[in-house]
């Protein structure tokens, strides 16, 4: 349900469900805070 809903609201949200190797772990954690950060603006 959430990731329909971000998948809604932010179509790069999809890129974050697709995890490349760990080099590239510090640019998923930083969009995953950006993703929820918008959520979070968008329903306030």
């Known amino acids: ?8 609201k932010m ?3 999809g890129s974050i469900l697709h ?3 760990m ?3 510090p ?3 930083y969009r995953i805070l ?3 950060n ?3 603006a ?3």
């Open 34 to 36: 950006v993703g929820i």
């Open 23 to 25: 080099k590239d772990a």
């Open 11 to 13: 179509p790069m949200a």
């Open 27 to 29: 640019e998923v954690l």
């Open 42 to 44: 968008l329903t306030a």
């Open 38 to 40: 918008v959520s979070q």
């Open 1 to 8: 349900m959430v990731a329909e809903l971000t998948r809604e």
């Open 19 to 21: 995890i490349r190797p």
